[in-house]
């Protein structure tokens, strides 16, 4: 006779779905009492603890027979015992020392002071620091801005430093900007925040650099691969905005235009849009800008239309 655990195996086997009442119905047979094996759950090891069995468990030689030829000898590489040595925060010089002691352990070649790679333990310490030295060391403080990033129609980057994005009033100005200008984009501008550096402890080498590098990766993100930048408009007072000029590599290239260097598109600034929304004077300033963003918009669909 068949148990009720091994009834719902085959049923599992086949493709069946066992259903099993939550309730037991008025005037029903009581369901039978059965055993249910319990799983074995392997007890859990810590990651840690796994390292430090792979440094104290290293892998031993085989011992050949003796009818078997002697392999060739080869330079061995680094050993698992180093990688994880590695991971726990040794330096490159302890790693190297150890491999080379390990490599003499298995070969039985106690006499020989040479490294796995030829060389000395003490001029391959040498070597080690003086290649960390080489390396700039990541203990300066990393450029820190925040800026609020959409693309018009994917042509046009519209940049407000800051944290938060446009409100209500900011999103209506720019549409009454754009309907001024004879700009009518097919979709309407969805912000994304960036904020560098992403990691609040993060140390940099080359801070200017690196956050060139942060910025231009977060435009060529997935999310923005069919933006083809033409134009930069920055709302924002130059206080707020100086290092997101620094970082776009902002320049006067003639008369009152500015290039982004790091962009190699011209670039825009005027005030933020709380500002522009409550002064007409900057609002009278910015008309004749108006209608040069209307041809230049218009400019560039031609253009795109003609390629």
Wanted: with cysteine.
């Amino acid at each position: 006779m068949t148990s009720e655990p091994q009834r719902l195996q085959y049923l599992d086997a086949m493709g069946l779905t066992a259903w099993v009442g939550r309730y037991q119905l008025p005037n029903a047979l009581p369901t039978e009492a059965c055993e249910w094996p319990e799983p074995v759950v392997a007890e859990p090891v810590a990651p840690q603890a796994r390292l430090h069995a792979l440094i104290e468990e290293a892998p031993q030689p085989t011992v050949s027979s003796p009818q078997a030829e002697p392999a060739p000898a080869r330079a061995p590489g680094p050993s698992p015992a180093a990688s994880a040595r590695a991971l726990l925060g040794m330096a490159p010089a302890e790693v190297s020392v150890a491999t080379a002691v390990q490599t003499r352990e298995a070969t039985g070649d106690e006499s020989s002071s040479t490294a796995s790679w030829g060389t000395p333990p003490a001029q391959a310490t040498t070597e080690t620091v003086v290649e960390a030295q080489a390396t700039p060391p990541a203990d300066q403080p990393p450029l820190r801005f925040s800026v609020q990033l959409a693309a018009l129609d994917g042509r046009w980057l519209v940049m407000l430093p800051g944290d938060e994005a446009p409100h209500l009033e900011g999103e209506a100005l720019l549409k009454a900007l754009w309907r001024a200008a004879g700009i009518t984009p097919t979709t309407d501008l969805t912000f994304s925040h960036f904020r560098w550096p992403l990691l609040a402890n993060l140390k940099a080498s080359a801070p200017l650099d690196e956050a060139r590098e942060g910025l231009r990766a977060f435009l060529n993100g997935p999310a923005r691969r069919d933006w083809q930048p033409e134009r930069v408009l920055i709302f924002g007072n130059r206080e707020d905005c100086a290092t997101l000029r620094e970082v776009l590599g902002i320049t006067s290239s003639s008369g009152d235009a500015e290039t982004s260097s790091l962009l190699d598109i011209p670039v825009w600034q005027g005030p933020e849009l709380a500002t522009l929304a409550r002064s007409s004077d900057a609002k009278r300033q910015l008309w004749p800008l108006l209608i040069r963003w209307g041809k230049a918009w218009s400019r560039g669909m031609t253009e795109g239309t003609s390629s």
